[in-house]
C-alpha cells in the first residue's frame, strides 16, 4: 500500500523522486557510488549518513548544483535531465540548504523574486510575489514581513524565507539539508508541524538530517548511505537509533557518551558580574558569575540568542565587555590582556561556534585553516618564511589522528563536510594542550560517528585536567557531557546545577525564565 493511502486494488502511484544510478567523482574522490533511491509522493523521507558520505552531493545533483557522471532523475515517472537550479525549480524541486542561500542586505520580497522577477516589469512581480507570500503565510502559519530586511532576521525566520522561496516556486518536492542545525527546540518542532501538514497535502519532502530522533518522530521512510553508497532504506517504524546508526558507520556506536566522576583541580576560570553589550549598546549578557576548575565540564544551556554567543566571544577576547571580571587562573585579564592571541599563548583557545565565519577560512587549503592562528610557531618555520612542508605534513598528522576524510591536506576548506571541518577546528585547538578551552556548539551539523568521536575527545581533555566550557543549544548534549550547567535566559543566569542532580524538565523551566524556586 503507498504512503498516501490508496485503496486495494488502485495502481501504485508513480514515485515523486526516483534515483537511479547516480554516479559522480570529484577527482579521486568517489563521492556517489551507482546511487539508487524511491521516494514516495506525500512522503517525508529521511537520509542519514555520515559527514562525506554522499548525501549533499546527491541531493546537489536532483537540485542541478552538480550534474551526475552517470544515472538518471525521475520525477514523477518521467525521466528529467537537470543542470542547474532553474531546471529544478522547474521541475517542482525546491532545496533549503543548511547554509542559506539568501542575500542579507536585501528584504524577504527581494530574496523570494530573486531569479523569478515574474518579467520586465518588477512592480507586477512584486505585487504577485507579496500576495503569494501572504497566502503561504496564512495557510501554513508562516507569518513574516515582506519588507524586512533578511540580515536582520533571526536565524529561525532566515530559514522560513528559504522555504517561502521554495514554496512561492511552486514545489511539490522539498529538499531540507539539516534545516534543525541552526533551530531552538521551539522552532524546529513547528517546522516539522509544517512539514507534515506539507505531506499531507501532497508534497513530498527530503529530509537530511543527523539527528537520529528526529528521522524516528517525522520521517515514513529513511535511506542509509555511507561513503558514497545507499546500503539501506527501510520504513522508519520498523528500525530503531540504534541500528540507523550501526547502518551509517558500518560497526556499533555508542549512543551515550561514557565517564567517570570529574576530578577536580585548581580553579582556571573565574567570571564575576560579567556584563557584555552589543554595538547598539543593548546588555546581551547581564551580571552572570560562575567558574570552571581543571578536570570539568560546565555546560552553559538556553536557548539560541540568550546571550550565550556573546559571553563565549567575550571570554575567548573577540568582544569588548561594559562590566565585571574575568580571571585566567590567578591573572585578572585586563585590557591589555583581552586579545585573542594574547589568551591563547596563556592557554585558553577556543572552539567558535560559527566554523565557517570564525573558524576558518573556506577558500584556504584545509593546511592552511588548520594553522590559523598559530602560523608564527617555529614548527611551521623555516627561517623567516613559512615551510610548506612542515604546514602539509602537520596537518596530514592531524587529519589522521582525527579521522578527518578525505584525508587531503591541499584540499580547500569549502569542500568538506561540515562534520569534518568541526574536526580541523578542534585539531587545530586541542593540539595546542590547552588549559582551559571553551568550545561552541561542538557538534552543530555532525554527524552520528564524528559525535561519538567529539565527545570522547573532550571527556579524554577534562580527564586530563583541562578546564571545559561548553555552550550549546542540544540539551541532551549538555546532559550527557557536562558535569554542571548553568542556565542563561535573557543574558541572565537564572540557574545553576549539578547535571547529576537535574534534568530536562527542569533545565527547560530555568531556560525559559521560570525562577529556580518555582523550577
Not at 580541523?424 to 555532525?446: D, F, H, M, W, Y
Amino acid at each position: 500500500m503507498s504512503a498516501g493511502g490508496e485503496g486495494a486494488g488502485s495502481p501504485e502511484p508513480a514515485p515523486s523522486l526516483e534515483l537511479v544510478g547516480i554516479d559522480k567523482r570529484f577527482g579521486e574522490v568517489h563521492a556517489n557510488k551507482a546511487v539508487d533511491l524511491v521516494v514516495r509522493r506525500g512522503s517525508i523521507h529521511g537520509i542519514v549518513g555520515e559527514n562525506g558520505a554522499g548525501k549533499s552531493t546527491l541531493m546537489s545533483i536532483v537540485y542541478g548544483f552538480y550534474e551526475a557522471d552517470a544515472g538518471e532523475i525521475r520525477v514523477n515517472g518521467r525521466p528529467v535531465r537537470i543542470r542547474a537550479p532553474r531546471e529544478a525549480i522547474a521541475a517542482g524541486i525546491g532545496m533549503v540548504h543548511q547554509h542559506f542561500m539568501l542575500v542579507e542586505p536585501l528584504s524577504v520580497l527581494d530574496n523570494v523574486m530573486l531569479g523569478a522577477e515574474g518579467g520586465a516589469l518588477l512592480r507586477a512581480g512584486a505585487r504577485k510575489a507579496r500576495a503569494e507570500l501572504e497566502r503561504l503565510s496564512t495557510e501554513y502559519g508562516l507569518a513574516i514581513d515582506p519588507d524586512a530586511i533578511v540580515g536582520d532576521l533571526p536565524v529561525g525566520l532566515q530559514q522560513r524565507v528559504e522555504l517561502l522561496k521554495a514554496l512561492v516556486r511552486g514545489a511539490d518536492i522539498l529538499v531540507l539539508d539539516e534545516p534543525t542545525a541552526v533551530l531552538t527546540p521551539e522552532e524546529a518542532d513547528h517546522l516539522f508541524r509544517l512539514l507534515r501538514v506539507l505531506a499531507s497535502e501532497g508534497k513530498t519532502v527530503i529530509l537530511i538530517t543527523h539527528k537520529l530522533r528526529e528521522i524516528m518522530a517525522v520521517t515514513s521512510r529513511v535511506s542509509v548511505m555511507r561513503r558514497g553508497e545507499m546500503v539501506a532504506t527501510l520504513d522508519t517504524a520498523d528500525t530503531s537509533p540504534g541500528q540507523l546508526a550501526e547502518l551509517m558507520v558500518g560497526r556499533r556506536v555508542l549512543l551515550r557518551v561514557e565517564k567517570g566522576p570529574a576530578r577536580l583541580g585548581a580553579l582556571r576560570l573565574q567570571v564575576q558580574n560579567l556584563t557584555v553589550v552589543d554595538a547598539k549598546g543593548t546588555p546581551r549578557v547581564r551580571d552572570v558569575s560562575f567558574g570552571v576548575h581543571a578536570g570539568e565540564i560546565v555546560g552553559v544551556a538556553g536557548i539560541s540568542g540568550n546571550g550565550q554567543s556573546e559571553l563565549l566571544e567575550a571570554l575567548a577576547g573577540m568582544r569588548p565587555i561594559a562590566g565585571g571580571r574575568i580571571t585566567l587562573g590567578s591573572t585578572e585579564i585586563g585590557p591589555e590582556l583581552r586579545d585573542p592571541h594574547v589568551l591563547r599563548r596563556r592557554g585558553l583557545l577556543h572552539v567558535p561556534e560559527d566554523r565557517l565565519r570564525m573558524g576558518l577560512v573556506p577558500p584556504f587549503e584545509a593546511c592552511e585553516s588548520a594553522i590559523l592562528g598559530f602560523h608564527e610557531e617555529e614548527r611551521y618555520r623555516a627561517g623567516p618564511l613559512l615551510s610548506r612542508d612542515a604546514v602539509i605534513e602537520d596537518t596530514r598528522e592531524k587529519m589522521e589522528s582525527y579521522d578527518v576524510r578525505p584525508p587531503a591536506p591541499l584540499l580547500r576548506t569549502s569542500k568538506f563536510s561540515g562534520g569534518n571541518q568541526q574536526k580541523l577546528v578542534l585539531a587545530r585547538e586541542i593540539e595546542r594542550s590547552p588549559k582551559v578551552l571553551l568550545v561552541g556548539q561542538p557538534t552543530r551539523g555532525v554527524d552520528i560517528g564524528a559525535i561519538e568521536f567529539i565527545h570522547r575527545r573532550l571527556v579524554a581533555l577534562r580527564d586530563a585536567g583541562v578546564a571545559i566550557l561548553l555552550v550549546s543549544v542540544e540539551l541532551d548534549e549538555i546532559m550527557g557531557l557536562a558535569d554542571r550547567v548553568v542556565v542563561m535566559c535573557g543574558g541572565r543566569v537564572t540557574g545553576e546545577r549539578l547535571t547529576s542532580e537535574t534534568d530536562e524538565r527542569e533545565l527547560g523551566l530555568l531556560m525559559a525564565g521560570v525562577s529556580e524556586q518555582a523550577a
